[in-house]
């Protein structure tokens, strides 16, 4: 058990069975396995619908009362690894019963500046048969405040704390099941996603199959960007916003034969913000020469002061997207970008970016990032693709936060570095643009952006239309993913079709108006 302070265990109904019984005996001795550097090591046995209350002052997928709920009967495994004299990972692992256990892991990881276990997660993947674990990132708190504390927090918050996490599980693993397990998975999205690639860079043997979504790669220049735009968006109001999204729409709404609110290809969008330019002063229906320059800023990439790119521009037609919106293009500063300043550059907890936020600071970023680096964007995977590992990666291509281009100039980067024909590439990693999704889930009402990334988006559990059986059947059978098809939110919208096949680059996705559908076309 999780000791004194632990847990409020909260029965909705179940009755203990023999059988139960002794998976509970197994798994309160699991409490007495060594792990080296672990010093902390509490477990608990829940059965289905049974809660408790995380011994964490964050978790996501969890609301303010931090209560953990599981579907099914797990064996629950809170750990505290410590990552150095100064720094330590809070692990946890959630094993089903033997009976239900299919010999798979499934690591998970973090979101934004987060230390947060996430809870939907790895519920999702104990349903489904996997021992699912999740780490903070080596600090317990949804924002970036502890990363001033230590470099060491930084590192486990940019590769470490995955690995170790990934280490304690294959062990826990092992003397819960009394055998290793067959293949690891990870599956994360956004700075999740980041970890992932990193991981299968950093540490290449963790893990057989890799999901990683929107990954959040190129991280210094990203929340640099990021900076940039937040700064420029406090020139227009939502109103102008709605303005220039009816404007990115027309000028490419259609070019890929279908009006239906989502740019399929964003590199085909070349928006002229100067349409909308008002002739004289400023009124509801145009833009003033500065916003129309803030819009122009917004769309382009970010190049350094040597013109060279330092990341891709973001998304054009993501204007006023879902909730997240707010976060960069709100009337505050965009918080994890101020953090990042804050907390780990100038370790300075009043620092607001100037109006001319730039070139100074993202050098300040870089000098900081030699002694931590975080970034995550060496494209050097060789020793994942020599191993045998598969890179599974998906991206929307109406990203608010992370343009979809940093994924599709990653692929690009790696194929470089590596001088692999695209037929070796696919042996390895695999990138599918997801038309109209937004971050990591969410997008346009014709976006068929459930694709089985993430519990609440599976649709159907066929392997063709769910991204992370599609990796287990690409690692375990050898046959990767083609195409996925997804599904929209509601197929109230009799005009456009309810799933969409979306293609694994460089195929590109193209409306075909005799059968009123989308197909898969390799590039020219
Ligand atoms: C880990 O760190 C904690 C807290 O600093 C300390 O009490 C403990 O002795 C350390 N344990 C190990 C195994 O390093
Ligand atoms: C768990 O709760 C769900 C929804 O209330 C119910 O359908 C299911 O039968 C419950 N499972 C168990 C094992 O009690
Ligand atoms: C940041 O500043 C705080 C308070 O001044 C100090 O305790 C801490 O060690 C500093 N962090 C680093 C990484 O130097
Ligand atoms: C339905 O799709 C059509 C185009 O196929 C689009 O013009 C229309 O806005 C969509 N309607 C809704 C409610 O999404
Ligand atoms: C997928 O499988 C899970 C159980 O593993 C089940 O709960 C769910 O309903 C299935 N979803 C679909 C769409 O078939």
Redesign the pocket.
Known sequence: MFGARLPQVFLLGLVATAVALTDTQRCARLAKTHIKNVHSLDTLYLRANESYRVPASCGSGLGDDLLAQTSVNVCVVHAIYNTSRTSATRIEVWLPDPDAWYGRILGTGGGGLAGCVDYDDIKWGSSIHFAAFGHDGGHDAPNGVAL????EIIIDYATRALHVATVTSKLLVRTYYGRPHDNAYYNGCSNGGRQGVRNAHDFPDDFDGILAGAPAFNFINLLAQSNIANLASHKLKDDDWALVKKEVLRQCDGLDGLHDEIVTDPDACQFLPEVLLCQGAKRADCLSPEQVEAVRTIHSPLYGQSGELLAPRLDPGAELDTGLWPLIFGPSFYEFGQQWWQYVVY?DSTWEPSPDFGYKEIADANAREAQVPVASFDPDLSAFHKRGGKLLTYHGTRDILIPSGTSLWYYQRVQRALSLPPSAMDEFYRLFLIPGMSHCYLGADASAWQIGQIGFTVWSNASDSHALFALVDWVEKGTGPETIRGSTLTTTNATTPPTRLHCKYPAKSVWQPDVQDWTCIESP
Not at 148 to 151: F, G, L, T
């Open positions: 001033a504390k230590s470099d370790n």
